[in-house]
T-cell receptor, first 116, second 112 residues
Framework: AQKVTQAQTEISVVEKEDVTLDCVYETRDTTYYLFWYKQPPSGELVFLIRRNSFDEQNEISGRYSWNFQKSTSSFNFTITASQVVDSAVYFCALSGRGSTLGRLYFGRGTQLTVWP | DAEITQSPRHKITETGRQVTLACHQTWNHNNMFWYRQDLGHGLRLIHYSYGVQDTNKGEVSDGYSVSRSNTEDLPLTLESAASSQTSVYFC???????????FGEGSRLTVL
């Protein structure tokens, strides 16, 4: 079974603070994909990143960085020097290989609020 | 630009009525999906399709049906709407081969 757990329901920070959103997953697949999506107050779902299970290199994109650790089944997301525009719900998601590829299993999301 | 659109964006209906939510994508993606989003549950998969004439049930498919007569469209039908189906519905299509989903803007359905 595929499962994604985002234990942090809500996080509040003040602008310019760094913040890490946690994501823990469960899967029996040996090859799988992990994703992060952002849902701003306007409601649309915006793709942020996709990571293959065989690529454990951390990734940085501007103020965003992702830490993938297979040993702990985690795929955490860090925002450096947060800004008010980062306020959104963030979803971590998992999909398996083969016939289930494309069926994303989502965590329940973390509501991030960045105060000015 | 290619895109994915949903209609209607907002709908209010009564219990027992049939409702159809439309989803249209212009990317020519084979794989399309319907999710519902509810507070505390994140996004849950309703139905999905890997191509024309192919449809599959997701984890919360009871009370819903889909059909796929062409590549571009995957309409979602609620045969007899129930209050428990009040939700925000998202359609998505999958970019191949990288696998990420691209979502429509969502359809907010209220069943009274």
């Amino acid at each position: 079974a595929q499962k994604v757990t985002q234990a942090q329901t809500e996080i509040s920070v003040v602008e310019k603070e760094d913040v890490t959103l946690d994501c823990v997953y469960e899967t029996r697949d040996t090859t799988y994909y992990l994703f992060w999506y952002k849902q701003p107050p306007s409601g649309e779902l915006v793709f942020l990143i996709r990571r293959n299970s065989f690529d454990e290199q951390n990734e940085i994109s501007g103020r965003y960085s992702w830490n993938f650790q297979k040993s702990t089944s985690s795929f955490n997301f860090t925002i450096t020097a947060s800004q008010v525009v980062d306020s959104a719900v963030y979803f971590c998601a998992l999909s398996g290989r083969g016939s289930t590829l494309g069926r994303l299993y989502f965590g329940r999301g973390t509501q991030l609020t960045v105060w000015p | 630009d290619a895109e994915i659109t949903q209609s209607p964006r907002h709908k209010i209906t009564e219990t027992g009525r049939q409702v159809t939510l439309a989803c249209h994508q212009t990317w020519n993606h084979n794989n399309m999906f319907w999710y519902r989003q509810d507070l505390g549950h994140g996004l849950r998969l309703i139905h999905y399709s890997y191509g024309v004439q192919d449809t599959n049930k997701g984890e919360v498919s009871d009370g819903y049906s889909v059909s796929r007569s062409n590549t571009e469209d995957l309409p979602l039908t609620l045969e007899s709407a129930a209050s428990s189906q009040t939700s925000v519905y998202f359609c998505a299509s999958r970019l191949e081969p990288t696998g990420e989903l691209f979502f429509g803007e969502g359809s907010r359905l209220t069943v009274l």
